[in-house]
T-cell receptor, first 114, second 114 residues
Framework: DAGITQSPRHKVTETGTPVTLRCHQT?????MYWYRQDPGHGLRLIHY???????DKGEVSDGYSVSRSKTEDFLLTLESATSSQTSVYFC?????????????FGPGTRLLVL | AQKVTQAQTEISVVEKEDVTLDCVYE???????LFWYKQPPSGELVFLIR??????QNEISGRYSWNFQKSTSSFNFTITASQVVDSAVYFC???????????FGKGTLLTVNP
């Protein structure tokens, strides 16, 4: 257990509404990531963070923004949700050991945009 | 650009059969990491194994084994004597370069029938 929680776990919202998803970790990991999972696409990287206030775009960043004001929290915001953003969102941390890095994932957030 | 291909979209076997999940990758990085994750019907992503590009030793863990072949850019996963609890979606992933971002394959849905 890498100590990752996501909130909310489920959300239904309407098109055009802003939505913020939260990822919280308890083990002071430097790297954090947001992925989305869609049928036929696997998981795709949205944004990632390599430190407080240090973030960068991933493969599918359009329509999303992120913020990391504290080491433990990484927020993903959909400024104006669209139906194409209906997905399962996973947060991940990267954990280091002597032989390299491994990403561990949170439980996921199911988002439905009507 | 990195790419991971899991050509098998779905596999169905009968319990106790052996099954191999294929993974082929593309990368220009000289140092990289390969991963397998399991996603059971409950939806969480479970880390199974990481393999470093400089370590081509095959690995066995109980009924699971992994065959890494750099010459064919493949990292295949074999389950011996499959069980119903092995039913899940299995993802192969690749990480290279900085920031440890993962590129995922689209996943293989394994169904093990009693």
């Amino acid at each position: 257990d890498a100590g990752i929680t996501q909130s909310p776990r489920h959300k239904v919202t309407e098109t055009g509404t802003p939505v913020t998803l939260r990822c919280h970790q308890t083990e002071n990991h430097r790297y954090m990531y947001w992925y989305r999972q869609d049928p036929g696409h696997g998981l795709r990287l949205i944004h990632y963070s390599y430190g407080v206030k240090d973030t960068d775009k991933g493969e599918v960043s359009d329509g999303y923004s992120v913020s990391r004001s504290k080491t433990e929290d990484f927020l993903l915001t959909l400024e104006s949700a669209t139906s194409s953003q209906t997905s399962v969102y996973f947060c991940a941390i990267s954990e280091s050991n002597l032989v390299g890095e491994t990403q561990y994932f949170g439980p996921g957030t199911r988002l439905l945009v009507l | 650009a990195q790419k991971v291909t899991q050509a098998q979209t779905e596999i169905s076997v009968v319990e106790k059969e052996d099954v191999t999940l294929d993974c082929v990758y593309e990368t220009r990085d000289t140092t990289y990491y390969l991963f397998w994750y399991k996603q059971p019907p409950s939806g969480e992503l479970v880390f199974l194994i990481r393999r470093n590009s400089f370590d081509e030793q095959n690995e066995i863990s109980g009924r699971y084994s992994w065959n890494f072949q750099k010459s064919t850019s493949s990292f295949n996963f074999t389950i011996t004597a499959s069980q119903v609890v092995d039913s899940a979606v299995y993802f192969c992933a690749l990480s290279g370069g900085s920031n440890y971002k993962l590129t995922f394959g689209k996943g293989t849905l394994l169904t093990v029938n009693p």
